[in-house]
């Protein structure tokens, strides 16, 4: 989808549930990616990351897959808590001599209901 | 704690009349990050520091700007501010090619 927009994805689970994130990228020559939770008034939170020579990584509770064919990332959040309610974007960075300049996708409003 | 600080957290301004934000950083990256956030919008790069090279992103309007006196500091100055520019910014840091670390923002309203 597109990035600008007034009405994000939503997601809404209840406590103890497993939740899935997607996230679409757009260059196929990023090779790092990142998902960030951004609690409401507060800068994004880092959780978890993932290079593009990898096609997992887990974390604590948390698990990144990439599929560099389709250009595709998701995120699992294993036993969502109340706590996890946020809004969730996904961040890539090309290679070379981009830093840690990041491209942000449109985010996710995760709700997670007791 | 090493941390990103910015002050305000939150800024008023009129219509026209310059602000300035500001960041402190007690990481001692080297690079420098300002992205602009819209409401229910992902955050939009403006510009970064690498050192003290500063680096423009090619749709940024002129009417932003910004100063790095040193590592620790960085600026975001708005000249004249326009209601479109309503937002919260966020300044991050990193060392050169790993991931940035945001601060808490400062959310900018314009009247």
């Known amino acids: 989808g597109e990035s600008v927009g007034l009405h994000l994805p939503t997601l809404s689970v209840q406590e103890g549930d497993n939740s899935i994130i997607n996230c679409a990228y757009s260059?196929?020559?990023?090779?790092?990616f990142i998902w960030y939770k951004q609690e409401s008034g507060k800068g994004p939170q880092f959780i978890i990351d993932i290079r593009s020579n990898m096609d997992k990584r887990q974390g604590q509770r948390v698990t990144v897959l990439l599929n560099k064919t389709v250009k595709h990332l998701s995120l699992q959040i294993a036993a969502t808590q109340p706590g996890d309610s946020a809004v969730y974007f996904c961040a890539e960075q090309a290679g070379g001599t981009s830093y840690g300049k990041l491209t942000f996708g449109q985010g996710t409003i995760l709700t997670v209901h007791p | 704690d090493a941390m990103v600080i910015q002050n305000p957290r939150y800024q008023v301004t009129q219509f026209g009349k310059p602000v300035t934000l500001s960041c402190s950083q007690t990481?001692?990256?080297?690079?420098m990050y300002w992205y602009q956030q819209k409401s229910s919008q992902a955050p939009k790069l403006l510009f970064h520091?690498?050192?003290?090279?500063?680096?423009n992103e090619a749709d940024t309007p002129d009417n932003f700007q910004s100063r790095r006196p040193n590592t620790s500091f960085c600026f975001l100055d708005i000249r004249s501010p326009g209601l479109g520019d309503a937002a919260m910014y966020l300044c991050?840091?990193?060392?050169?090619?790993?991931?940035?670390?945001f601060g808490p923002g400062t959310r900018l309203t314009v009247l």
């Open positions: 991050a840091t990193s060392e050169r090619v790993a991931r940035p670390f």
């Open positions: 260059n196929s020559a990023s090779d790092y």
């Open positions: 520091y690498y050192d003290k090279d500063f680096n």
């Open positions: 990481l001692n990256h080297n690079v």
